[in-house]
């Protein structure tokens, strides 16, 4: 299969598995113990039906929105992630590219690749920086700082990582960074050499966010070392309140899952929620976000923009998740997967099949904006 046969999700998933080594392939595809909570999130959209209307003269189709300030031309956006230039040397280059292409909100990760700075300076679409809470204050206050001093529009807090998910599929290829290989990991590196010289061509692998704060040299700290070293795991409400003044802008939560935590979250002045359970890449047996949606999005929607990722491989999938209520919709592997295969091109093309997905649904719908999607349009089973 070549990239330009790829008509969907399935198909940049099977390329970048050809392409990738299986222990980098299954840091992307794996998640949490029997990763149950993975088959969940894209499962949970087929609980529900689309009920379209028809005869409503959608010659023309508007599905742009607003979340959090931001004015985005479709309804999706690129969720950070971590490590990207593992899966392709282009790493969140390609994604940011890809995402201003198609007039979309792209995320940086603390354990981003590529520096907040150099993408902010790049592109001019909105830009979320992920970040995750650290047992030293004054280096959370620095990273902020950075990121404000950068022009970054939304600020995302990630509040369900205080520590990692048990990855089996990592432990048993002994995926980390730096690499600590299983002879099976270290076979499948040998099989798909091709990575390994693009890999070894091209600039240094770095984590520039951080690169003040962990040594990736010769005793370099593991991706797991920094989740059970660095991040605080008492991290609390009052912690976040802070956070939320010293920003003072656009400021989101990401992993928020109860109505609970959804109130607490308004209350303390948050102008965004993301929910998630992280890809099922955490606590397997979590809830699916679009499950959740509907009763989160009854309790806050009127005080704060709510979001959710997880499992979205169609355009069904965010036209549902819209007439629950999301402002907005994330996806992750939705676009490592064409990263991994293609690059800049592989994602600039997963997003344009997204887009037209959507256009296609709303034409169907009866919808010439989103607006006009409501629960009317869905019934569940």
Same mark, same amino acid.
């Given at each position: 299969?070549?990239?330009?046969?790829?008509?969907?999700?399935?198909?940049?998933?099977?390329?970048?598995?050809?392409?990738?080594?299986? *222990?980098?392939?299954?840091?992307?595809?794996?998640?949490?113990?029997?990763?149950?909570?993975?088959?969940? /999130?894209?499962?949970?959209?087929?609980?529900?039906?689309?009920?379209?209307?028809?005869?409503?003269?959608?010659?023309?189709?508007?599905?742009?929105?607003?979340?959090?300030?931001?004015?985005?031309?479709?309804?999706?956006?690129?969720? *950070?992630?971590?490590?990207?230039?593992?899966?392709?040397?282009?790493?969140?280059?390609?994604?940011?590219?890809?995402?201003? =292409?198609?007039?979309?909100?792209?995320?940086?990760?603390?354990?981003?690749?590529?520096?907040?700075?150099?993408?902010?300076?790049?592109?001019?679409?909105?830009?979320?920086?992920?970040?995750?809470?650290?047992?030293?204050?004054?280096? /959370?206050?620095?990273?902020?700082?950075?990121?404000?001093?950068?022009?970054?529009?939304?600020?995302?807090?990630?509040?369900?990582?205080?520590?990692?998910?048990?990855?089996?599929?990592?432990?048993?290829? @002994?995926?980390?960074?730096?690499?600590?290989?299983?002879?099976? @990991?270290?076979?499948?590196?040998?099989?798909? *050499?091709?990575?390994?010289? /693009?890999?070894?061509?091209?600039?240094?692998?770095?984590?520039?966010?951080?690169?003040?704060?962990?040594?990736?040299?010769?005793?370099?700290?593991?991706?797991?070392?920094?989740?059970?070293?660095?991040?605080? *795991?008492?991290?609390?409400?009052?912690?976040?309140?802070?956070?939320?003044?010293?920003?003072?802008?656009?400021?989101?939560?990401?992993?928020?899952?109860?109505?609970?935590?959804?109130?607490?979250?308004?209350?303390?002045?948050?102008?965004?929620?993301?929910?998630?359970?992280?890809?099922?890449?955490?606590?397997?047996?979590?809830?699916?976000?679009?499950?959740?949606?509907?009763?989160?999005?009854?309790?806050?929607?009127?005080?704060?923009?709510?979001?959710?990722?997880?499992?979205?491989?169609?355009?069904?999938?965010?036209? =549902?998740?819209?007439?629950?209520?999301?402002?907005?919709?994330?996806?992750?592997?939705?676009?490592?997967?064409?990263?991994?295969?293609?690059?800049?091109?592989?994602?600039?093309?997963?997003?344009?099949?997204?887009?037209?997905?959507?256009?296609?649904?709303?034409?169907?719908?009866?919808?010439?904006?989103?607006?006009?999607?409501?629960?009317?349009?869905?019934?569940?089973?």
């Amino acid at each position: 299969m070549r990239l330009r046969d790829c008509c969907n999700f399935h198909d940049f998933r099977q390329l970048a598995k050809r392409r990738l080594p299986g *222990p980098i392939f299954n840091y992307i595809d794996g998640a949490a113990d029997d990763e149950t909570t993975l088959r969940r /999130n894209t499962a949970s959209f087929d609980t529900c039906d689309l009920v379209p209307n028809v005869l409503r003269g959608v010659d023309t189709v508007d599905m742009s929105v607003t979340v959090m300030g931001q004015k985005l031309a479709m309804p999706v956006y690129c969720s *950070p992630t971590a490590l990207q230039r593992l899966f392709h040397h282009q790493g969140e280059r390609a994604v940011a590219a890809a995402a201003a =292409k198609h007039g979309t909100m792209f995320g940086v990760s603390t354990l981003g690749t590529v520096s907040l700075d150099e993408l902010r300076k790049a592109h001019s679409t909105p830009q979320v920086y992920q970040f995750y809470f650290h047992k030293d204050r004054g280096l /959370n206050r620095a990273m902020m700082q950075r990121a404000k001093e950068a022009g970054v529009e939304v600020m995302m807090l990630t509040v369900d990582s205080i520590t990692g998910g048990n990855r089996e599929r990592d432990l048993r290829t @002994g995926f980390s960074i730096p690499f600590k290989l299983t002879l099976a @990991g270290m076979l499948q590196f040998a099989i798909k *050499p091709m990575w390994g010289i /693009n890999y070894l061509t091209h600039e240094g692998f770095k984590l520039p966010q951080l690169d003040e704060h962990v040594d990736m040299g010769g005793g370099a700290m593991s991706i797991s070392r920094y989740f059970t070293e660095m991040l605080d *795991p008492s991290m609390n409400w009052d912690d976040v309140a802070d956070m939320v003044r010293e920003w003072n802008g656009q400021f989101c939560l990401k992993g928020v899952m109860s109505v609970a935590d959804a109130k607490r979250a308004a209350e303390i002045g948050c102008t965004g929620i993301v929910l998630s359970n992280h890809g099922g890449r955490q606590l397997d047996g979590s809830r699916a976000a679009f499950d959740q949606l509907a009763e989160i999005v009854d309790a806050v929607g009127d005080r704060i923009d709510v979001m959710m990722d997880g499992g979205v491989q169609r355009g069904t999938h965010v036209l =549902k998740a819209l007439s629950l209520g999301a402002k907005a919709v994330g996806v992750g592997r939705f676009y490592l997967y064409p990263l991994a295969a293609a690059g800049q091109a592989g994602v600039e093309q997963a997003l344009g099949l997204m887009r037209t997905e959507i256009e296609r649904g709303m034409k169907l719908m009866g919808c010439s904006s989103i607006d006009q999607l409501s629960r009317e349009n869905l019934r569940f089973r």
